[in-house]
Every structure is written in C-alpha cells, then in structure tokens.
C-alpha cells in the first residue's frame, strides 16, 4: 500500500506530518530511554536479574525507535483517518527510518552503556525495512504497469485479508515461542510493560493535543497520535 509518490501531499497536511515526526523521532526513543532508566535501571531493580537488566533497556529502546507500520492503515479506518494523510505519513516515516533508526538506536544504546554493533543495526535495517520496501515497490509498478489500478486494487483486496492473517500468525508465534518466560516470569513482563505503556499513552495524548492546538481536525490528529505513538 505504501505509494512513495504519495510524498508530494505532504505540505497538505503538514501541521499533522510534522507533529507525528517530532513525536516518532524526537520524543519517543527519548522518552522510552527515559522512562527504560527510571523503571527498569531503578525503580524495579531490586526485583529484576541483575544480568539482564541491560537487556531489558535495550529492548525497550529499540521496540521504541522504530515506527510501526505493519497496522498503521487499520489504526486509520479505526479512527475514520484522513486516507491521504496516512498514505503521506507512513512513506515518510519509512524513507526516514532507513536513514534515522540506527543512529538513534546507537546514541541511546551507547549513553546507556549497552553495546550493540553497528553492523548489526544496520543489517536490521537493511533486512526489516530496505529490502521489504524494494520488494514491494517492485511488484506495485509491475502490477500498475502490467494491469493498471484495477489489477492493483484487486491484489490489495487478495492480499488484505492474508496480511492481517499473517501478522496475527506472527503475534501468536512470538508468544508461543516465548510462552515458557511468560508464564515462568510474570512479575518480570508485568514490570516491563509499565513503561511501554506509560510511553504509549504519553505520545499519543501528546501528539493528538499538538495536532488539535495546531488546528488539525480528528481526521488526522488521530492517526497521527497512533503513528506517533506506535
């Protein structure tokens, strides 16, 4: 779904755009780092492994730098979203993550002393974001060239249903796989999600208040404050 030329709309709703990009890049890793070093470094210490605690941040740092994307269309039909602000949003905050993710990653995991190497970061960018998006732009301009926007939007009502499908396969795997640690350790993913959702609840309240003070309307302020906050 994501349409690169979709980039050119963006000055349509640019209060709404740059609302979510200062939040997606400029508060949230900042502010799970944040939130990660009081909880996790601190306030739940005593409770928590002592080898794993640098683990546990780092985690969160990471989940956190990254904007998702894989539910953002859904998150919009939920909050009746503005379909070109999304569009626009999500090709943004893609072409910025292959450029962003590993330099923020690296600043927060290096001021918090956890060591990450940078070819690592960089081959999980390369393997998450750049190839999926070459693959994908791909196939949209062979299909649009081959069929043209009727074959396409077939393909997408196709493939719609099979996405959600496989992103909740993907959920019910990672937690199968981890289901022994669940159970084994709830105290511990009780504290862990503390701060993941504290940071939730603070970016999306923060972005929808910018977008509104702004003067965007609820048809973008509310995608933008899950974008943002995602």
């Given at each position: 779904?994501i ?7 963006v000055?349509e709703?640019w ?6 990009l ?31 605690i ?5 985690g ?18 939920l ?9 626009s ?6 072409a ?5 993710f ?11 002393a ?10 999980s ?34 493939l ?11 959920l ?31 970016n ?6 910018l ?10 302020a ?6 943002g906050?995602?």
């Amino acid at each position: 779904k994501i349409d690169f030329s979709a980039l050119k709309q963006v000055t349509e709703h640019w209060r709404g755009i740059g609302v979510t990009l200062f939040i997606n890049w400029a508060v949230k890793p900042f502010s799970m780092a944040l939130l990660g070093w009081l909880f996790i470094g601190w306030l739940f210490r005593p409770y928590l492994p002592a080898d794993q605690i640098d683990s546990y941040i780092a985690g969160l740092i990471i989940l956190a730098a990254a904007p998702c994307t894989a539910m953002v269309f859904v998150w919009s039909n939920l909050t009746k979203g503005e379909p070109h602000f999304t569009l626009s949003q999500v090709a943004l905050n893609d072409a910025i993550m292959v450029v962003a993710f590993a330099p923020i990653v690296g600043l927060l995991l290096g001021l918090s002393a956890i060591t990450v190497p940078w070819d690592t970061l960089v081959l999980s960018v390369v393997l998450y974001i750049v190839i999926p998006v070459i693959i994908a732009q791909f196939l949209r301009r062979s299909i649009l060239a081959s069929g043209g926007e009727r074959a396409f939007d077939a393909m997408l009502r196709t493939l719609q249903p099979l996405s959600l499908i496989a992103l909740l396969a993907t959920l019910v795997l990672l937690f199968g796989f981890q289901g022994e640690q669940i159970i084994a350790q709830p105290m511990i993913i009780a504290m862990l999600a503390v701060p993941i959702l504290i940071q939730v609840y603070f970016n999306s309240g923060l972005a929808y208040l910018l977008n509104r003070i702004s003067g965007e309307q609820h048809c973008v302020a509310g995608p933008s404050a899950l974008i943002g906050a995602s």
